[in-house]
């Protein structure tokens, strides 16, 4: 099979900052057409004639799975972290199908499309992705239920359900989150107490916080005002930010502590402990950006998606780290 590199770019891969490749029965990449550096951060001649494994930073085994669902040229959506040289993990979209007869990828960096990127273009990519991955979320879940009403499955598979469950129930608060940062539309504000809706956040990941061993300790100052909040937006972020700090714990069991307080003008501040959450100083300032958080398995978004729902309800977030606290969460609400 011939191999080609193609040098003048699509318009729409360039401005996407997509790289569109493909490769033989064989996985190795013989085609490669857009922004090589953007979205594998090589440029396309050296991605030419390389194992796809290679190329996508993932196992011989994935590049199988991502090959047989091209062939069947559904245009198949798939996400995955990829390893792509010394630092952290890339996400990566992909979309899958056949063209000029051969199995083909077009593939973005999530976090290079984020970089910079106007708010009204990242609520249309948290938007879309949320679409795409709810509706076979809600077959596999349908799936693990009808097995679970099986009354003879032994107890090494009642574990291995119980475990999916509980993924499961993680991939709905990113889904969740995913939704939440692509809202553009007013929240309901209305007065709510702080204790309550930290009590509501805890129950949203309770069974979570039991499996951990896990409690979360609620130290609130007398004379705490109410707050103004869409209750509803916030209690799934802050239920999340809760679970990430529970899983940051250097081992299970513990507890989580949150501090409640009078701020100034009016306003109430609420703080949460992250003992074992020390950031390196050079990624401090990305801990609030999507998916450059790597505290703790899902801070990818959930810090982000907290900030954005404070701020548009009138509030913020911020965070401080050093070696004798951990990082401190300090949240603060509109009175």
Known sequence: MAIRYVSHLPMNLHLLQAVQISWSPSLRVTRVVGDGESALHRPAPELMERPLHVVLGTTPEKVRQLDALAREDRRAVEFLYASLGGGDPVPLRLTLLMEEGEASAVIVDLRTLMEGAPPVQLSGLASQLSHELRNPLSSVKMAVQTLARNTGLSERDQRRLTIANREIRTLERMLWQLSEYGRGTTPNLEQHAPRTLVQEAMAMVAPELTERRVEVQIDEAPDVPRVRVDAGRLRPVLA???LNVAMGMSSEGGAV???IRPGSEG???MELVEPGGLLPEEKRDSLFKPYECHLAR???????????VLQHQGGEVSAETSPETGTVFT?????
């Open 240 to 242: 999340q930010v809760l």
């Open 257 to 259: 502590k949150v501090a």
């Open 298 to 308: 899902g801070a990818g978004l959930s810090l982000a998606a907290l900030r954005r």
């Open 331 to 335: 949240l603060t609400f509109a009175a």
């Open 267 to 269: 306003r109430v501040v």
